[in-house]
């Protein structure tokens, strides 16, 4: 066998890896508030009893049931876009039996 060893010598900038660290924990921070923010709307919504098809209608949303087409992009990204964007999302209605 060889006695050759191996030496590998690393030079680290260590105020590059500091200020990498800060904006990461800059961006995890506002991760965690972007995440709250929709926990206390979700809340909200929730509070006022109404469904997921209901909240879709009060906001005037765009059916895209049975109304898209998918049209690619030269970067290879991709577009849901709707035939008839005046087709709002209406929401099924269950009536209560008395």
Do not use: C, W
Not at 18 to 26: D, F, Q, S, V
């Amino acid at each position: 066998m060889s006695d050759n060893i191996a030496e590998l010598s690393v030079k680290v900038n260590v105020v590059d890896i500091a200020e990498t660290i800060r904006g990461l924990k800059a961006i995890q921070r506002e991760a965690k508030k972007a995440t709250q923010a929709l926990r206390d709307l979700e809340a909200a919504q929730n509070e006022r009893g109404l469904t997921y098809e209901q909240r879709l209608e009060a906001a005037g949303s765009i059916d895209l049931r049975d109304n898209h087409r998918i049209v690619t992009h030269a970067n290879g990204f991709q577009s849901i876009v709707p035939i008839d964007p005046t087709k709002l999302f209406k929401a099924t209605r269950k009536e209560v039996s008395e």
